[in-house]
């Protein structure tokens, strides 16, 4: 399809006149059939639901056809209406628009539905099971039509993935407001989750899905390798970690960093994963080294990369729990484990009961879902008797975030440590990122280059790294490690061949790395060094991003882990501060109800507007984290928010006066 016949598919929205139905690409990897959910009633509102995107005159046609994918699917994604074109992050250009903004904004939704990027999508699901960007391909071809003719005078609000309309605004203001799944704090189960999805009102924007900011698995990659790298020093004697065995499971959308990250940590990965296709596209990427289906052959070949002291990934085609069984079998010494399973989403999709062949899995998660947890939680609880042994046998077990102890304790599994009551093991934000990273600011920042040129990517990498080196020469030396990390990062990012889909690229950096590398970067676009707008952004899963009690403040001790008041002041701060879209979830990789997330994206343009916007909106997103960090009593925290006070004088923050322990035990025994 040439560019002016995109651009008229872009600008048509919903067509007037039906597009064929069309097949079902059993090529493509597709969501699970979700349960069977709905009453009668409740069917019959869910197609009315669907039917309210279309003219009366084409219900006939779409009623029934709507109706069997709700019984076949337990969803109406509208499959009809996916578009011709193939979806990618285009050059920016290329799109129709009225609004430079809004193009940038084109780009990176187009980006996470990339065939090459996303897990499911067909059914729009960027990563996770049920990430989704949006519900149905309605909602697609509008959110485009709008983005494509709104002005820099207007904003796009959408709902759970439902654009609500183009709203009168200021060119100060955010160009999108997104919203995903928030629902009423007593309505936020798993099972509202699966209703109000499946009735069409609400979806699971996961972090960074819904809010259009997921660069595939580099995205992940350089906070896995940070995570495994630093628990491989946990446990190197010598400081030296090559030979040391990372053991875990997952290789979709976020999981699938793992095998990377054990090659750039320079360690021996093995990863379980139970889909033939997920394992085939990380192989196809060259993300996993070597494939195997038996674990005969495996097991010879783990026991060599040890000795030889490989940094290789080797990924197990079938189910982690015969993985780690084996591995307890086999007396071998695991150096570090973990689990990456979708297990906020344990009945969908997202964990796969062992003994159980994977269509076998599919046909009793959406027949029979109730015998299917039986099955997941026995074998929730083989799989953790397994990992204690290891761990008894000198294992550094940690939880990846993934609500792995939370379903597991559930499950009945022994994972909680009966004299204290918490969990036997910790969280890799307890005992790695949190202490070592978010109390000093350091988060997971990104851009994106919308020209879609690997040369553009190439300057931000050289700019990126000089300012690195330059704060780095005067840094403390509480931070210098961190520096350290990320520098060698970047200066290796390009030769370990990251990219996949947009032109991105990730590091973590506090708020002055992060500030100081935006205007590198906007005054290379200014000078004609860079030839088009970067989008700035950040995993949600960052300093300021979320308020999750079982991942990104577990390490906040004063009680006030299960608030989200972070979460939602770091939204509306970014949102007047001059962010071009925000975002602000239910859900994350922890589950639905269990987690509140939000994030941004700020495009670059060469201005001095942009510039302005950055320096503000940048100091205050990440620090609004580190002042309730500090008030937390954090001690990192504490000390990377007085530097930054002395650094920015108009910041004044509260500080806690800290009482002893002493005191307090003669009075509370």
């Not at 704060?471 to 990219?499: F, G, H, M, S």
Request: net charge neutral; hydrophobic share 40%; proline share 5%.
């Amino acid at each position: 399809m040439d560019a002016l016949a995109f651009q008229q598919h872009i600008l048509q929205g919903i067509p007037d006149v039906l597009p064929p139905p069309k097949p079902y690409d059993s090529a493509i990897n597709h969501a699970p059939k979700r349960q069977d959910i709905l009453n009668r009633d409740e069917k019959k509102l869910a197609l009315k639901n669907a039917l309210r995107y279309f003219p009366e005159k084409h219900h006939a046609a779409l009623a029934p056809e709507f109706y069997h994918e709700l019984e076949t699917y337990g969803r109406i994604y509208m499959y009809r209406f996916r578009p011709d074109y193939e979806i990618y992050a285009r050059p920016i250009h290329e799109y129709p628009h009225r609004s430079l903004q809004a193009a940038s904004i084109m780009v990176m939704l187009s980006n996470n539905l990339d065939r090459a990027v996303a897990q499911h999508p067909h059914e729009l699901i960027t990563y996770g099971g049920n990430g989704a960007v949006f519900q149905n391909w309605a909602q697609y071809l509008l959110t485009m039509q709008y983005l494509a003719t709104m002005t820099d005078e207007q904003t796009l609000t959408l709902y759970s993935g439902h654009p609500m309309g183009l709203f009168p605004s200021g060119k100060e203001a955010p160009r999108v407001v997104v919203t995903n799944g928030m629902v009423i704090p007593n309505y936020s189960s798993k099972d509202h989750w699966e209703k109000f999805n499946a009735l069409g009102v609400s979806q699971y924007g996961q972090m960074t899905a819904g809010s259009f900011m997921y660069i595939g698995p580099q995205g992940i990659v350089h906070g896995t390798t940070i995570t495994v790298m630093n628990a491989a020093r946990r446990v190197a004697d010598t400081g030296n970690t090559a030979g040391k065995l990372f053991v875990s499971s997952g290789l979709g959308g976020m999981s699938g960093a793992q095998p990377k990250a054990a090659v750039v940590s320079g360690i021996v990965g093995v990863i379980a994963e139970i889909n033939p296709k997920a394992v085939q596209t990380r192989h196809n990427q060259g993300w996993v080294n070597e494939v195997f289906t038996n674990l005969d052959t495996l097991i010879p070949r783990i026991r060599k990369a040890v000795h030889d002291k490989e940094a290789v990934s080797l990924a197990y085609q079938g189910n982690v729990v015969d993985l780690w069984e084996r591995l307890v079998q086999e007396n071998i010494k695991v150096d570090i484990g973990s689990d990456q399973t979708s297990l906020h989403n344990p009945w969908a999709g997202g964990y796969y009961p062992a003994s159980m062949r994977l269509e076998e899995a599919n046909r009793m998660m959406a027949d029979d879902p109730g015998q299917f947890k039986t099955h997941v939680q026995a074998s929730l609880r083989r799989q953790v008797s397994a990992i204690n042994t290891l761990a008894a046998r000198g294992m550094y077990f940690f939880d990846y975030g993934n609500a792995f102890l939370l379903e597991a304790s559930r499950a009945g599994a022994e994972v909680i440590d009966r004299p204290t009551g918490k969990f036997r093991y910790r969280s890799y934000i307890q005992d790695i990122l949190g202490p070592l990273f978010f109390d000093y600011g350091f988060g997971p920042f990104r851009w994106v280059c919308t020209s879609g040129k690997p040369g553009d990517l190439a300057v931000t990498d050289a700019l990126a790294l000089e300012v690195l080196e330059t704060l780095y020469q005067t840094a403390p030396a509480c931070i210098k490690p961190q520096l350290e990390d990320n520098i060698r990062w970047i200066r290796e990012a390009q030769k370990n061949n990251l990219v996949v889909g947009s032109q991105a690229r990730i590091l973590y950096a506090d708020s002055e790395g992060r500030i100081r590398i935006a205007e590198a970067i906007n005054d290379a676009i200014g000078k004609g060094k860079i030839s088009a707008p970067v989008v700035l952004g950040r995993d949600h899963h960052d300093v300021s991003g979320t308020d999750s009690p079982y991942r990104e403040t577990s390490n906040i001790y004063d009680g006030s882990s299960f608030t989200a008041d972070m979460a939602v002041q770091n939204v509306i701060g970014d949102a007047f501060r001059g962010a071009t879209w925000v975002s602000l979830h239910n859900g994350g990789g922890v589950g639905w109800g269990e987690v509140i997330n939000g994030g941004f994206g700020l495009t670059l343009d060469g201005t001095e507007e942009a510039q302005q916007r950055a320096r503000h909106m940048l100091l205050w997103d990440v620090n609004n984290g580190l002042a309730r960090r500090s008030w937390a009593r954090n001690s990192g925290a504490m000390c990377a928010i007085t530097r930054e006070m002395q650094r920015t004088p108009l910041l004044r923050v509260t500080m806690p006066n800290l009482a002893h322990e002493e005191l307090i035990d003669t009075l509370i025994k």
